[in-house]
């Protein structure tokens, strides 16, 4: 199946995007850091930041990247769009008026991979995209691009250790699965990543909340 728009079209939505929001990306860098300082804290606060990050990366990218943006090559956006307003939504309503959701930093297999996600969205991904001719302003940056900031979510999701709610998985593993099909016809190599991350983190995620739910039933 083929896309509705071609490779240098959706370069080009980029370089149009990243100049409008400038200097943005240096500002989702920082909450990035101040949410790897916050996982460390495990602390209701702490958790309502690290949440409140996540929701407005998502909420940020549905709104300015596919509804403003992507939608004028590609009208499917305005439904990636409403998923992406979606899971901010599910995530405000979990971790902070719920608190169904919080974190802490373990030396565990979970914390381990959720590392390498992170790290990888953070550095390793926008350093395979300038090797490979998508430095800025063509570069799908960290926070402000999906999926980059779909396999970071995935990362601190996996740093959870309390977790009442699945549902706020969904969609980020319905991305990893969209945009790694864009990603083979558009040969975005570095975005290669996010059907490892969408899998792999999935399952983990899932796997955690059995075993957090089970501990909980047997208190």
Same mark, same amino acid.
């Given at each position: 199946?083929?896309?509705?728009?071609?490779?240098? #079209?959706?370069?080009?939505?980029?370089k149009?995007? &990243?100049? +409008?929001i400038w200097?943005?990306?240096i500002?989702?860098?920082?909450?990035?850091?101040?949410v790897?300082?916050?996982?460390?804290?495990?602390?209701?606060?702490?958790?309502k930041?690290v949440?409140?990050?996540? +929701?407005?990366?998502?909420?940020?990218?549905?709104?300015?990247? =596919?509804?403003?943006?992507?939608?004028?090559? &590609?009208?499917?956006?305005?439904?990636?769009?409403?998923?992406?307003?979606? /899971?901010?939504?599910?995530?405000?309503y979990?971790?902070?008026?719920? /608190?169904?959701?919080?974190?802490?930093?373990?030396?565990?297999?979970?914390s381990i991979i959720?590392?390498?996600?992170?790290i990888?969205?953070?550095?390793?991904?926008?350093l395979? @995209?300038?090797?490979?001719? =998508?430095?800025?302003?063509?570069?799908? $940056?960290? $926070?402000?691009?999906?999926?980059?900031?779909?396999?970071?979510?995935?990362?601190?999701?996996?740093?959870?250790n309390?977790?009442?709610?699945? =549902?706020?998985?969904?969609?980020?593993?319905?991305?990893?699965?969209i945009?790694?099909?864009?990603?083979?016809?558009?040969?975005?190599? #570095?975005?290669? @990543?996010?059907?490892?991350a969408?899998?792999? @983190?999935t399952?983990?995620?899932l +796997?955690?909340?059995?075993?957090?739910?089970? /501990? /909980?039933? #047997?208190?």
């Amino acid at each position: 199946m083929s896309l509705p728009f071609t490779v240098r #079209e959706f370069m080009n939505v980029f370089k149009v995007y &990243n100049q +409008s929001i400038w200097p943005m990306q240096i500002v989702f860098y920082l909450l990035g850091f101040l949410v790897l300082l916050f996982l460390k804290k495990n602390k209701k606060s702490s958790n309502k930041i690290v949440v409140g990050i996540l +929701s407005f990366y998502w909420l940020w990218i549905g709104i300015f990247y =596919h509804l403003v943006n992507f939608s004028s090559i &590609n009208k499917m956006a305005y439904v990636f769009g409403a998923l992406f307003i979606l /899971e901010a939504l599910i995530m405000l309503y979990a971790g902070l008026i719920k /608190e169904y959701i919080s974190f802490s930093f373990n030396f565990d297999r979970y914390s381990i991979i959720g590392s390498i996600f992170i790290i990888y969205s953070m550095v390793i991904y926008p350093l395979i @995209g300038y090797f490979l001719g =998508h430095g800025y302003p063509f570069s799908p $940056g960290f $926070g402000v691009a999906p999926c980059p900031t779909a396999i970071f979510t995935f990362g601190v999701l996996l740093f959870a250790n309390k977790i009442i709610i699945k =549902h706020l998985i969904w969609i980020p593993l319905i991305w990893s699965i969209i945009g790694t099909f864009a990603a083979i016809n558009l040969d975005i190599k #570095e975005d290669y @990543g996010l059907l490892i991350a969408g899998i792999v @983190g999935t399952l983990m995620f899932l +796997s955690k909340y059995k075993i957090v739910r089970g /501990e /909980e039933f #047997e208190k």
